[in-house]
Nanobody, 115 residues
């Protein structure tokens, strides 16, 4: 089994920054790609950022230039650096990883952007 645990969420003022972390543990033989998703109240879950094994990164248009996804393979950890946060970024952020040809999700961490 594989477990994903997110951390780093919280309350931040507009224009502020947060860094989310997602630690993978368990029987990990291969990680194909990892990503961050978010779900705002009353909305569908959406892909925010994705990073592939070869290092290619993709972002949803609304976060380009503000968010940066990265991974530390030695620590099996995924990060999301979020800068210039806006109230529209308020959501539960989930980590997802394709590990051993199966998809795993974390339980999420809440990010609230408000003054």
């Amino acid at each position: 089994q594989v477990q994903l645990v997110e951390s780093g969420g919280g309350l931040v003022q507009p224009g502020g920054s947060l860094r989310l972390s997602c630690v993978l543990s368990g029987s990990i033989f291969n990680i194909a790609h990892m990503g961050w998703y978010r779900q705002a109240p009353g909305k569908q879950r959406e892909l925010v950022a994705l990073i592939r094994t070869i290092g290619v990164r993709n972002y949803v248009d609304s976060v380009k230039g503000r968010f940066t996804i990265s991974r530390d393979n030695a620590k099996n950890t995924l990060y999301l650096q979020m800068n210039s946060l806006k109230p529209d970024d308020t959501a539960v952020y989930y980590c997802k990883a394709r590990v051993n040809e199966m998809d795993y999700w974390g339980k999420g961490t809440l990010v609230t952007v408000s003054s």
